[in-house]
C-alpha cells in the first residue's frame, strides 16, 4: 500500500533542500548514529533516511549497500506521516506492507521501527529507523533511545545548516565594515568640498532671496563633476541597509541557562541508559539568565552531552551543572570510573572544539559545528583532563544585561 502524500508536501521539500544534505558525502556523525541504533535495538539495519520527491536517500546506512531506493515502497514514507515511532512487529501480517517486493521474498523485512526526523518548524524529513529479516518487538528503553537518537540526527542536520549561515553573516559583516570603511573616505573626501559649496550657495540664496549667478556656474560645475560620487553614495547605503543577517541567523533572546541544560540532560538520558551510563544532573540550582538562542543552544548542549555519553566506557559517568564562574557556565565532567579505565572524550573535544576547529573532520565535525554556534553566543570553552578526574568541559557565557544590571543595583544597596 503506497503512502498518501503528506498536507504539507512542499513545504516539506523545501526544508529538506535547505538542509542542503542530499547525495551528500558520508560522515562519521550519523554513522555513529546508525550503528548505535543498531547495537542498541539488536537489528542487523540501521538507516538515516530522507524522504525525497521520489526516493528515499539514506545519509547513513548499516547492513546494507544500498545508498536509495523507490519512495512508492519506503516504510518510511509511511512513518513521516506521524509525530512518533511507526513499529511494524511483522510486516507479513501488515495490509500496508505484506504485498511490499522487500517484504514479499525469502530473507525479507519482517520488523520496521522508524523515528521521523522533525525539524524544530515540525516538519518530518525522513526517519532514523531499524529493520530485521525477522519478526520482533523492541521495549521501552529501546523505543525511547530510538526516539532520542533521531533527535540527535534532527539537530545535527539543523546545526550544520545555522554554522554555514553564520559563516555568511560573518562574511556580510565583514563586507559591512568595509562598506562602512569606503563611505568614511567617500563622505570624508571627495564629496565634503562641492556639499559645503551647494551648503553655502542655497544659505545666500534663503537670506537675501537673490540669485547669483557666478555662485550658481560654479555649484553647477561642481555637482556635475561629482554626480558620480553621489551616486556612489547612494549605493553604498543601500547596501549597507541589505547588508542583514539573513534569515537563518540565531533568533537571540533572554533565557535561562539552567532550564536549557536540564532539557539537554532529559534529551540524552535515553540514550545513556542503553550504554548503563549514570548522568548525574547537577543543572537543578538558580536560574541563569544568559542571551542566547534556546532552540540551538539546547542542540549544542544536547550534542555536547551525546559525545561524552559516545565517548564513555558502558557504566560510566557523567556529570552535568550549572554555575556562576566568570559568568553564567555549563560544566560537563566525564569521569574516571573506578576500575582505572578513562573516557576517550578528550581528544575529540580538544580537535573538534579547541585545536582549529573550523578545520574539524571526521568523528570531530559535529564538535565543531557546535563551536561555532557557541562562538557566536559569544561563550568561552575551557577543557581539561587529569587522571583521576577525568574530562572537564566547562562553557562560559557573558551575563546577561539585565542580570548585571541587578547584581550592580544590588551592591549600590549594600
Known amino acids: ?3 498518501h502524500t503528506p498536507d504539507n508536501e512542499i513545504d516539506r521539500l523545501s526544508a529538506l533542500y535547505a538542509l542542503d544534505i ?10 555513529d548514529i546508525v550503528q548505535l541504533a543498531s547495537n542498541v535495538c539488536g537489528t542487523p539495519m540501521s538507516l538515516v533516511t530522507l524522504v525525497d520527491t521520489d526516493r528515499q536517500w539514506f545519509k547513513a546506512r548499516v547492513g546494507t549497500d544500498l545508498t536509495e531506493t523507490s519512495r512508492d515502497l519506503s516504510f518510511c514514507a509511511h512513518a513521516i506521516l506521524g509525530r512518533d515511532l511507526l513499529v511494524v ?6 495490509a500496508r506492507f505484506a504485498d511490499n517486493p522487500s517484504v514479499d521474498m525469502d530473507g525479507g523485512i519482517r520488523f520496521y521501527a522508524g523515528a521521523p526526523l522533525v525539524t524544530t518548524d515540525g516538519f518530518a524529513l525522513g526517519t532514523l529507523c531499524v529493520i530485521d ?5 523492541l521495549d521501552i528503553e529501546q523505543l525511547q533511545a530510538l526516539r532520542a537518537l533521531a533527535r540527535q540526527v534532527t539537530s545535527q542536520m539543523e546545526l550544520r545548516r545555522h554554522a554555514i549561515a553564520l559563516a555568511n553573516t560573518t562574511a556580510r559583516l565583514q563586507e559591512l565594515e568595509r562598506r562602512k570603511d569606503d563611505l568614511a573616505w567617500l563622505v570624508g573626501g571627495d564629496l565634503r568640498a562641492p556639499l559645503r559649496l551647494i551648503s553655502g550657495y542655497l544659505e545666500k540664496l534663503g537670506t537675501t532671496g537673490r540669485h547669483d549667478a557666478e555662485m550658481a556656474e560654479l555649484v553647477g560645475r561642481a555637482t556635475a563633476g561629482h554626480i558620480r560620487g553621489f551616486l556612489d553614495l547612494l549605493h553604498h547605503l543601500n547596501s549597507m541597509a541589505d547588508a542583514g543577517f539573513g534569515s537563518e541567523s540565531l533568533h537571540m533572546r533572554e533565557c535561562d541557562l539552567t532550564r536549557v541544560t536540564q532539557r539537554a540532560v532529559e534529551a540524552v538520558r535515553p540514550i545513556a541508559a542503553t550504554k548503563h551510563i549514570w548522568i548525574l544532573n547537577q543543572a537543578g540550582g538558580p536560574a541563569l539568565p544568559i ?3 534556546p532552540v540551538r543552544l539546547e542542540q549544542v548542549l544536547t550534542h555536547l552531552l551525546f559525545a561524552a555519553v559516545k565517548y564513555t566506557h558502558p557504566g560510566g559517568r557523567v556529570r552535568v551543572g550549572t554555575e556562576i564562574e566568570s559568568g553564567p557556565t555549563v560544566r560537563l565532567d566525564d569521569m574516571d570510573m573506578p576500575d582505572g579505565l578513562r573516557p576517550e572524550l578528550f581528544p575529540h573535544l580538544y580537535y573538534g572544539t579547541i585545536a582549529n576547529p573550523s578545520d574539524a573532520a571526521g568523528p570531530d565535525r559535529g564538535l565543531a559545528v557546535a563551536k561555532k554556534i557557541l562562538d557566536a553566543h559569544h561563550a568561552t570553552v575551557a577543557l581539561s583532563d587529569r587522571p583521576g578526574d577525568g574530562t572537564s568541559l566547562h562553557v562560559v557565557f557573558p551575563f546577561a544585561q ?8 544590588e551592591l549600590v544597596a549594600a
Open 133 to 137: 529479516n525477522s519478526p520482533r518487538s
Open 291 to 293: 542571551i542566547a538562542d
Open 402 to 409: 539585565s542580570q548585571v544590571h541587578d547584581q550592580f543595583s
Open 22 to 31: 542530499l547525495d551528500s558525502a558520508p560522515e562519521q556523525d550519523f554513522d
Open 89 to 94: 512487529p511483522d510486516a507479513t501480517k501488515d
Open 1 to 3: 500500500m503506497q503512502a
